[in-house]
C-alpha cells in the first residue's frame, strides 16, 4: 500500500492551533518526521489554553484526569499537554528543535491551585499560553 505522503518528500510542514487536539502527539511527530526532507522544517503554532473548559484560560490544570475526560469529551478535545511534553516529544521522533517563542501569561489561576496530577509541571509550563515551535529533521 502506498503512503499518502511519502517519505522524504516534504521540506515544510506548518501546523496553526492544531497539536492541542491531537490525541497521539509522539505519533504525529513521528510521521512528520518521516516525512519531512534532511534539512526540512517543521513549525507548530501550539495553543496550551482551556479552549471554553474553564473560566480561565489555565483553569483546565484545576480538573484531575477523570473529571478531564468527562469534561474534555463535551468541549474541545484539547490533550493538555504542555510545552516541555511537545519538546521532549519532537525530539523523540527525531527532530532537533530549533527555536520556541512562547506566549506566557501570569493571569488565571496560580500554581497552588493546580490539581495534585498536574503538580509535576513546571511554573513555565503552567504559565505558557501559547508557542511558536520550529523543529528541523536532522
Request: hydrophobic fraction near 40%; charge should be negative; aromatic fraction near 6%.
Given at each position: 500500500m502506498s503512503e499518502i505522503i511519502p517519505p522524504d518528500s516534504v521540506d515544510?510542514?506548518?501546523s496553526q492551533a492544531v497539536m492541542e487536539h491531537v490525541s497521539d502527539v509522539e505519533a504525529a511527530y513521528t510521521a512528520m518526521a518521516k516525512w519531512l526532507r534532511k534539512g526540512?522544517?517543521?513549525s507548530h503554532q501550539?495553543?496550551?489554553r482551556s479552549h471554553g473548559t474553564a473560566l480561565t484560560w489555565n483553569g483546565h490544570w484545576r480538573y484531575s484526569?477523570?473529571?478531564w475526560r468527562v469534561a474534555n469529551l463535551?468541549?474541545?478535545g484539547i490533550n493538555r499537554l504542555p510545552l516541555s511534553a511537545h519538546l521532549r516529544a519532537l525530539e523523540a521522533a527525531g527532530l532537533e528543535v530549533v527555536g520556541h517563542v512562547d506566549q506566557i501569561d501570569t493571569e488565571g489561576i496560580d500554581?497552588?491551585?493546580v490539581h495534585d496530577d498536574w503538580r509535576h509541571l513546571s511554573s513555565a509550563d503552567l504559565r505558557t499560553a501559547s508557542a511558536w515551535i520550529n523543529a528541523r529533521r536532522t
Amino acid at each position: 500500500m502506498s503512503e499518502i505522503i511519502p517519505p522524504d518528500s516534504v521540506d515544510l510542514l506548518i501546523s496553526q492551533a492544531v497539536m492541542e487536539h491531537v490525541s497521539d502527539v509522539e505519533a504525529a511527530y513521528t510521521a512528520m518526521a518521516k516525512w519531512l526532507r534532511k534539512g526540512g522544517i517543521a513549525s507548530h503554532q501550539v495553543d496550551f489554553r482551556s479552549h471554553g473548559t474553564a473560566l480561565t484560560w489555565n483553569g483546565h490544570w484545576r480538573y484531575s484526569r477523570s473529571v478531564w475526560r468527562v469534561a474534555n469529551l463535551r468541549k474541545s478535545g484539547i490533550n493538555r499537554l504542555p510545552l516541555s511534553a511537545h519538546l521532549r516529544a519532537l525530539e523523540a521522533a527525531g527532530l532537533e528543535v530549533v527555536g520556541h517563542v512562547d506566549q506566557i501569561d501570569t493571569e488565571g489561576i496560580d500554581d497552588g491551585a493546580v490539581h495534585d496530577d498536574w503538580r509535576h509541571l513546571s511554573s513555565a509550563d503552567l504559565r505558557t499560553a501559547s508557542a511558536w515551535i520550529n523543529a528541523r529533521r536532522t
